[in-house]
Nanobody
């Protein structure tokens, strides 16, 4: 049974930091590039970042570039998102997602599309207070 479970969300003041984790099970983790999305209340889900199979390649949305860092530990089947210098506009539910295996989705022009991803977690809430 394929499963991805996010954790690490919480309430933090503006300027603070949080580290999100996403633990995968039921599939061979390093066969997949991985991504983080987020969804704020009343808004569409948006792509935040993605990472290649071994972690050597990464990409970020302009809104988080320079503040967020994505990483992965394939031995632990875990994806991370280190979030620094948080802003109130970062408040959202954060989701990790896995696309089709062996497809270099993170290098694709379509990496932003939700339709590229087959497996989703339930999300972890991040709230940044001003």
């Amino acid at each position: 049974q394929v499963q991805v479970v996010e954790s690490g969300g919480g309430v933090v003041q503006a300027g603070g930091s949080l580290r999100l984790s996403c633990t995968a099970s039921g599939f061979t983790f390093d066969d997949y590039t991985m991504a983080w999305f987020r969804q704020a209340p009343g808004k569409e889900r948006e792509w935040v970042s993605c990472i290649g199979f071994s972690g050597g390649s990464t990409a970020y949305a302009d809104s988080v570039k320079g503040r967020f860092t994505i990483s992965r530990d394939n031995a632990k089947s875990t994806l991370y998102l280190q979030m620094n210098s948080l802003k109130p506009e970062d408040t959202a539910m954060y989701y990790c997602a896995a696309p089709t295996p062996f497809r270099p989705t993170c290098s694709s022009a379509h990496r932003y599309r939700m339709s590229e991803y087959n497996y989703w977690g339930q999300g972890t809430q991040v709230t940044v207070s001003s």
